[in-house]
């Protein structure tokens, strides 16, 4: 099992990016497919066509979501913490993804860096 750990600087407020983050339609803007997602604890949601999924554990708009996403059958549960902070009317964001499978990472460090952040820092930034 492996983590991953990222800072990502987006220059819009916060609460854009945690709205891109948490609302479906939003989502779906930047990363062209379909999504489920609810900014509430407990609730399934999917993102990217269903590659991922998994359920909402907590949310503190604007600053923070933290989900487990579904990996099957694992000894510890894949958490994903994505904390927002607002520095000048720009966003830092802070990412810890823990208890990633091995075969897993390099698909999903490549996903957050590419498909999630990239797609979101383009989103907003061109």
Do not use: C
Request: aromatic share 12%; hydrophobic share 40%.
């Amino acid at each position: 099992m492996k983590n991953i750990r990222k800072t990502i600087h987006i220059k819009v407020p916060r609460e854009e990016v945690f709205t891109a983050i948490t609302n479906p339609l939003t989502i779906e803007l930047w990363t062209g497919y379909p999504a489920k997602m609810e900014a509430i604890p407990g609730t399934r949601f999917s993102m990217f066509d269903g590659d991922i999924t998994g359920t909402v554990l907590a949310i503190d708009p604007p600053s923070l979501i933290e989900q487990e996403w579904d990996f099957g059958s694992l000894p510890e549960p894949s958490i994903v913490r994505i904390e927002l902070f607002e520095e000048n009317n720009k966003t830092r964001i802070e990412l810890i993804h823990s208890n990633i499978p091995d075969d897993a990472f390099d698909n999903i460090n490549t996903g957050w860096k590419e498909y999630y952040f990239g797609a979101l820092k383009s989103f907003f930034e061109n």
